[in-house]
């Protein structure tokens, strides 16, 4: 899984309450994402960040809060309007190298349940 | 709309025979193509991509994939399989023109290798 660490591996969110998941990369990448895995459903895109201090919505980022303070992290906050949080949450980054680019580098993921 | 389509939910072959797992792609331009792999409970691995020339790509652990664009596909191969690589397969596509960096990701195939 390469320079990205996900934490924590599983979570559990009590009904009504914001969780947030900590994603750290030390790949030096300007570029890092969000993903929600489901069964049969695929990757979906959460939130995107191609800089710090600039992020953009996915494709299902309506109950889903991000930030970009610094280049290494980008943390996503699973509020407690996300009425179906439970799923399978991977970050990812990527560079900018014209080789490189579009090639993105996945953390291990972060299993997140409902109590 | 652009989109990428695995049609095979899962692809079952006997250990030493060829392994294929099908990607077929709707997008407007030249777009850049990724197969990645994801073991169970894990993060997603980059295996390979086309970006241009050759259209026969060789990747990570034997794996290889070609490029036809008449047919607008991106097959991905391997000469005679191994138990572990039994995992989720998936396709993705970006274009190059955009630089949001953003993949279109297919649902992903199923490969079960056989003993």
């Known amino acids: 899984d390469g320079g990205i660490t996900q934490s924590p591996k599983y979570l559990f969110r009590k009904e009504g309450q914001n969780v947030t998941l900590s994603c750290e990369q030390n790949?030096?990448?300007?570029?890092m994402y969000w993903y929600r895995q489901d069964p049969g459903q695929g990757l979906r895109l959460i939130y995107y960040?191609?800089?710090?201090?600039?992020?953009q919505k996915g494709d299902i980022a309506e109950g889903y809060s991000v930030s970009r303070e610094k280049k290494e992290s980008f943390p996503l906050t699973v509020t407690s309007a996300q009425k179906n949080p439970t799923a399978f949450y991977l970050c990812?980054?990527?560079?900018?190298?014209?080789?490189?680019?579009?090639?993105?580098?996945f953390g291990a993921g972060t299993r997140l349940s409902v109590l | 709309a652009q989109s990428v389509a695995q049609p095979e939910d899962q692809v079952n072959v006997a250990e030493g025979n060829p392994l294929t797992v099908k990607c077929t792609y709707s997008?407007?331009?030249?777009?850049?193509l990724f197969w990645y792999v994801q073991y169970p409970n894990r993060g997603l691995q980059f295996l390979l991509k086309?970006?241009?020339?050759d259209n026969l790509v060789k990747g990570s652990y034997g794996f290889e994939a070609e490029f036809n664009k008449s047919q607008t596909s991106f097959h991905l191969k391997k000469p005679s399989a191994l138990v572990s690589d039994s995992a989720l397969y998936f396709c993705?596509?970006?274009?190059?023109?955009?630089?949001?960096?953003?993949?279109?990701w297919g649902l992903g195939t199923s490969l079960a290798v056989n003993p």
């Open positions: 990812a980054s990527s560079d900018t190298g014209y080789w490189t680019k579009n090639i993105q580098y």
């Open positions: 790949l030096n990448h300007d570029a």
């Open positions: 960040s191609q800089i710090v201090n600039d992020f």
């Open positions: 997008v407007s331009g030249n777009p850049y």
């Open positions: 086309y970006i241009t020339g």
């Open positions: 993705a596509v970006t274009l190059p023109a955009g630089n949001n960096r953003k993949l279109i």
